[in-house]
Nanobody, 117 residues
Framework: QVQLVESGGGLVQAGGSLRLSCVGS????????IGWYRQAPGKQRELVAT???????NYADSVKGRFTISRDNAKNTMYLQMNSLKPEDTAVYYC???????????WGQGTQVTVSS
């Protein structure tokens, strides 16, 4: 059974930083595509950052230069370091892992990030 458990969300002032963590069980992060998505109220879920098979990273234009995705293979954990946060970054952040043979999506429960102006 696959489980993804996020942590690290919270309330921060604009310009501040947060680091999100996602611990995976039942799926190996190092050999499957993984990433972070977010959903703001009234909006669709959108991609924030991913680590593709092979290890290359991809970022939404809105977070490039401010957010960094990484993983710790030994801990089967991925991270999202978020710097220079803006009020428009306010959303529920979800970690995602795709089963590489059929792209089936696994999702965490989400963690709230609120950035005050």
């Amino acid at each position: 059974q696959v489980q993804l458990v996020e942590s690290g969300g919270g309330l921060v002032q604009a310009g501040g930083s947060l680091r999100l963590s996602c611990v995976g069980s039942g799926i190996i992060f190092s050999i499957n595509p993984i990433g972070w998505y977010r959903q703001a109220p009234g909006k669709q879920r959108e991609l924030v950052a991913t680590i593709r098979l092979g290890g290359s990273t991809n970022y939404a234009d809105s977070v490039k230069g401010r957010f960094t995705i990484s993983r710790d293979n030994a801990k089967n954990t991925m991270y999202l370091q978020m710097n220079s946060l803006k009020p428009e970054d306010t959303a529920v952040y979800y970690c995602n892992a795709k089963r590489r043979n059929d792209n089936y999506d696994y999702w965490g429960q989400g963690t709230q990030v609120t950035v005050s102006s």
